[in-house]
């Protein structure tokens, strides 16, 4: 359906024009994580879970004050 699969792509947008964070999704049978610094991806994974969780789980970290 044309109004279904756009969550991801909007918290990734998110976080990229955040800079600096992490975003972990967990749909279906398998996960994606995309990890930020400086405005910089520095680090993407994604495997599969082995079972159907029939959703969707997103979790962001983004830190609220420079460190």
Do not use: F
Not at 10 to 21: D, I, P, Q, W
Not at 43 to 52: L, N
């Amino acid at each position: 359906e044309t109004h279904r699969c756009k969550g991801s792509r909007h918290a990734l947008s998110v976080l990229k024009k955040h800079g600096t964070g992490t975003l972990h999704v967990i749909s279906n049978t398998g996960w994606v994580k995309y990890e930020y610094a400086k405005g910089i991806e520095i680090r993407t994974e994604s495997d599969g879970i082995g079972i159907d969780i029939r959703g969707t789980i997103i979790w962001w970290t983004l830190p609220l004050k420079e460190e």
